[in-house]
């Protein structure tokens, strides 16, 4: 079973920045695609950005995120990261990132794991 562990959610104020982590157990890390993923109460679960598998290292973004959230990923430490800038009260939410071994796009139910969030609240 591979794990995931969030890490680096906080209070921040509007117009801030925070980096959460993503660590994974996953023992192919290069070969996989590392999705971030939110929810807020009452809402469905939203893609927030994705990174593919190295060599390639395509990236993909939701446009409510576009230019003030980048994704990046260290092979050596397992692990993903995203810098968030210029944080919006809409961007309260928990965070989530997910794995997959043949998915690298927005859609939630196509990562096999998922870690169990990281709380980001936004204060206006």
């Known amino acids: 079973q591979v794990q995931l562990v969030e890490s680096g959610g906080g209070l921040v104020q509007a117009g801030g920045s925070l980096t959460l982590s993503c660590t994974t157990s996953?023992?192919?890390?290069?070969?996989?695609?590392m999705g971030w993923f939110r929810q807020s109460p009452g809402k469905e679960r939203e893609f927030v950005a994705v990174?593919?598998?190295?060599?390639?290292?395509?990236?993909g973004y939701a446009d409510s995120v576009k230019g003030r959230f980048t994704i990046s990923r260290d092979n050596a430490r397992n692990t993903v990261n995203l810098q968030m800038n210029s944080l919006k009260p809409e961007d309260t939410a928990s965070y989530y990132c997910?794995?997959?071994?043949?998915?690298?796009?927005?859609?939630?139910?196509?990562?096999?794991?998922w870690g169990r969030g990281t709380q980001v609240t936004v204060s206006s």
């Open positions: 996953e023992r192919t890390f290069s070969n996989v695609a």
């Open positions: 997910a794995t997959s071994r043949t998915y690298s796009g927005s859609t939630w139910s196509l990562y096999d794991y």
């Open positions: 990174i593919s598998r190295s060599g390639s290292n395509s990236k």
